[in-house]
C-alpha cells in the first residue's frame, strides 16, 4: 500500500478513537463526581460556604480522577471505535486491501502514547498538587464554615460528637460569651462543658480548631462510677477538621510526591507496614498509566468480537473488564500490603494479567482463529434453549 494511503489509513483510524475517549472521559468523570458532589452541595446549600471556593475544591479532586478516568477511557475509546469498524464491514474492506490487523496496530499504539503521557504527566505533577491544595483549601473553608455556623442564641451540631451553644459571637475578634457545649465523642462518658466567656483559635499547621475556655466548669457521667465535676481557669478544647468534615480525608502517601515517596522508601525510621505502603503508592502510580497500552491491546481483539451489539454493548463490556481489572487490582495491594508478594509486584500483577489476554486475543483475531472464550455465551444460550425445547416437549 503507498504510504500516503496508509498515513491517510492510520489517520482515520486515530480520528476514530479520540470521539469517543472524550465522551468516555466526560461520563466516567461525572460518575466519580457524582459522590463527592453531595458534600460539596452540602458546604454551599447547608454551612453557606461561597460557591467559588466549592468549585476551587472541585477542580483540585479533578486530578485524582482524571488519573483513574483517562485509562478506562482508553479502553472504552477502542473498544467503540473496532466495533463501529467491524459493524460497517469497514475492516473487511481493510483486510481486503492488504491491511492486516498488525497494520492496524500503529494509530492504536501512538493513541495509547498519548494517553499514557497524560496520565503520567497527572501522576508525577498533578495528583499530588491537588491532593494538598484541597486538603489547605478545605481547612479555610472549614474555618470559615465555623464562622458563618457560630450564631448567637443558636445550637450549632456541625460537628459530629459535638453540639456547640453561644449567647454571643464576635465574628471579629472571635470572642464568644455564654458558652454551653455538649461533648459525646466519647459515648461511655459524655461530657457537658459550661464557660463564661471563650475564644476561637485556628492551628493551620495541625489542621484542627481550638476553643479556649475561660471560667467555667466540665460535668462528666462516669457511668457506674458515678459523676464528675471540674472547675477550670482556662481550658483548651481541640476539634480535629479530619473528624469535622466526611469530605477530608486523613493524610497519607496518595499526597506525596515521586521525590518525598523515593525519600520514604529509603528511610530507616519507616516501620514495616509504612514502607510497603509507599512502595504499592509508588508503583500504583508507575503501573497505572501503563495500564493505557494494556487496554489498548485487549480493546481491539474484543471490539472486532462485539461488532454486531451495537454502543451499548461496548459500555457493558467495557464495565466488566474495568471490575475485573480493579478485583486483580484490589487483590494485588491486599497481598502486597500483608506481605503475601512484594508490594511493587501487587500493583503490576492486573498489567501482566491483562496484557498476557490480550496478546493472545489480537494474535488469535489477527490470524482470524476460533477463540473458544467468545463462543461460551452462545453455546450456554443454546443449551439453556435446548434444556427449555425438552421441557416443553415432555409430558
Same mark, same amino acid.
Given at each position: 500500500?503507498?504510504?500516503?494511503?496508509?498515513?491517510?489509513?492510520?489517520?482515520?483510524?486515530?480520528?476514530?478513537?479520540?470521539?469517543? $475517549?472524550?465522551?468516555?472521559?466526560?461520563?466516567?468523570?461525572?460518575?466519580?463526581?457524582?459522590?463527592?458532589?453531595?458534600?460539596?452541595?452540602?458546604?454551599?446549600?447547608?454551612?453557606?460556604?461561597?460557591?467559588?471556593?466549592? =468549585?476551587?475544591?472541585?477542580?483540585?479532586?479533578?486530578?485524582?480522577?482524571?488519573?483513574?478516568?483517562?485509562?478506562? /477511557?482508553?479502553? =472504552?475509546?477502542?473498544?467503540? !471505535? $473496532?466495533?463501529?469498524? /467491524?459493524?460497517?464491514?469497514?475492516?473487511?474492506?481493510?483486510?481486503?486491501?492488504?491491511? /492486516? =490487523?498488525?497494520?492496524?496496530?500503529?494509530?492504536?499504539?501512538?493513541?495509547?502514547?498519548?494517553?499514557?503521557?497524560?496520565?503520567?504527566?497527572?501522576?508525577?505533577?498533578?495528583?499530588?498538587?491537588?491532593?494538598?491544595?484541597?486538603?489547605?483549601?478545605?481547612?479555610?473553608?472549614?474555618?470559615?464554615?465555623?464562622?458563618?455556623?457560630?450564631?448567637?442564641?443558636?445550637?450549632?451540631?456541625?460537628?459530629?460528637?459535638?453540639?456547640?451553644?453561644?449567647?454571643?459571637?464576635?465574628?471579629?475578634?472571635?470572642?464568644?460569651?455564654?458558652?454551653?457545649?455538649?461533648?459525646?465523642? %466519647?459515648?461511655?462518658?459524655?461530657?457537658?462543658?459550661?464557660?463564661?466567656?471563650?475564644?476561637?483559635?485556628?492551628?493551620?499547621? #495541625? %489542621?484542627?480548631?481550638?476553643?479556649?475556655?475561660?471560667?467555667?466548669?466540665?460535668?462528666?457521667?462516669?457511668?457506674?462510677?458515678?459523676?464528675?465535676?471540674?472547675?477550670?481557669?482556662?481550658?483548651?478544647?481541640?476539634?480535629?477538621?479530619?473528624?469535622?468534615?466526611?469530605?477530608?480525608?486523613?493524610?497519607?502517601?496518595?499526597?506525596?510526591?515521586?521525590?518525598?515517596?523515593?525519600?520514604?522508601?529509603? /528511610?530507616?525510621?519507616?516501620?514495616?507496614?509504612?514502607? #510497603?505502603? @509507599?512502595?504499592?503508592?509508588?508503583?500504583?502510580?508507575?503501573?497505572?498509566?501503563?495500564?493505557?497500552?494494556?487496554?489498548?491491546?485487549?480493546?481491539? &481483539?474484543?471490539?472486532?468480537?462485539?461488532?454486531?451489539?451495537?454502543?451499548?454493548?461496548?459500555?457493558?463490556?467495557?464495565?466488566?473488564? @474495568?471490575?475485573?481489572?480493579?478485583?486483580?487490582?484490589?487483590?494485588?495491594?491486599?497481598?502486597?500490603?500483608?506481605?503475601?508478594?512484594?508490594?511493587?509486584?501487587?500493583?503490576?500483577?492486573?498489567?501482566?494479567?491483562?496484557?498476557?489476554?490480550?496478546?493472545?486475543?489480537?494474535?488469535?483475531?489477527?490470524?482470524?482463529?476460533?477463540?473458544?472464550?467468545?463462543? @461460551?455465551?452462545?453455546?450456554?444460550?443454546?443449551?439453556?434453549?435446548?434444556?427449555?425445547? !425438552?421441557?416443553?416437549?415432555? &409430558?
Amino acid at each position: 500500500m503507498p504510504l500516503d494511503m496508509n498515513k491517510t489509513l492510520h489517520l482515520y483510524i486515530f480520528k476514530e478513537i479520540i470521539v469517543p $475517549f472524550f465522551l468516555g472521559f466526560t461520563v466516567f468523570t461525572f460518575v466519580l463526581l457524582m459522590g463527592r458532589l453531595i458534600n460539596l452541595a452540602e458546604l454551599v446549600i447547608a454551612k453557606g460556604v461561597p460557591l467559588g471556593e466549592v =468549585l476551587r475544591l472541585l477542580s483540585y479532586m479533578l486530578p485524582s480522577f482524571s488519573f483513574i478516568s483517562v485509562p478506562m /477511557s482508553c479502553l =472504552l475509546a477502542v473498544l467503540l !471505535a $473496532f466495533g463501529r469498524l /467491524s459493524a460497517d464491514s469497514e475492516i473487511t474492506a481493510m483486510k481486503a486491501g492488504g491491511i /492486516s =490487523l498488525y497494520g492496524m496496530l500503529p494509530p492504536v499504539l501512538v493513541f495509547a502514547a498519548l494517553t499514557y503521557l497524560i496520565t503520567t504527566a497527572v501522576t508525577v505533577y498533578a495528583l499530588p498538587w491537588g491532593n494538598t491544595s484541597f486538603k489547605s483549601l478545605l481547612y479555610n473553608v472549614i474555618n470559615l464554615r465555623v464562622n458563618v455556623s457560630l450564631k448567637d442564641g443558636v445550637f450549632n451540631d456541625d460537628f459530629p460528637g459535638m453540639v456547640i451553644y453561644v449567647a454571643k459571637y464576635n465574628q471579629e475578634t472571635h470572642l464568644v460569651s455564654g458558652v454551653l457545649i455538649y461533648d459525646e465523642r %466519647k459515648q461511655d462518658e459524655p461530657a457537658t462543658i459550661f464557660a463564661r466567656n471563650g475564644l476561637i483559635m485556628t492551628d493551620p499547621g #495541625r %489542621k484542627s480548631l481550638r476553643l479556649r475556655l475561660l471560667d467555667g466548669g466540665i460535668h462528666r457521667n462516669r457511668g457506674n462510677s458515678g459523676y464528675q465535676l471540674m472547675k477550670f481557669a482556662s481550658y483548651d478544647l481541640s476539634i480535629n477538621f479530619s473528624q469535622a468534615s466526611q469530605i477530608n480525608p486523613s493524610i497519607n502517601e496518595t499526597d506525596m510526591s515521586f521525590r518525598e515517596l523515593r525519600e520514604g522508601m529509603k /528511610s530507616k525510621s519507616a516501620d514495616a507496614k509504612t514502607h #510497603r505502603d @509507599l512502595v504499592i503508592e509508588f508503583h500504583r502510580r508507575l503501573a497505572f498509566p501503563f495500564a493505557c497500552f494494556v487496554f489498548a491491546c485487549i480493546g481491539i &481483539p474484543l471490539g472486532l468480537q462485539n461488532r454486531r451489539s451495537g454502543k451499548s454493548s461496548g459500555f457493558s463490556l467495557c464495565i466488566v473488564l @474495568l471490575l475485573m481489572y480493579y478485583i486483580f487490582l484490589s487483590a494485588g495491594k491486599t497481598l502486597g500490603q500483608k506481605g503475601a508478594i512484594p508490594p511493587g509486584l501487587s500493583m503490576w500483577l492486573p498489567n501482566l494479567v491483562f496484557i498476557a489476554m490480550g496478546i493472545y486475543l489480537f494474535k488469535k483475531t489477527a490470524h482470524e482463529e476460533r477463540i473458544i472464550l467468545f463462543e @461460551l455465551p452462545g453455546m450456554f444460550l443454546a443449551w439453556a434453549q435446548s434444556r427449555v425445547n !425438552a421441557w416443553r416437549k415432555s &409430558p
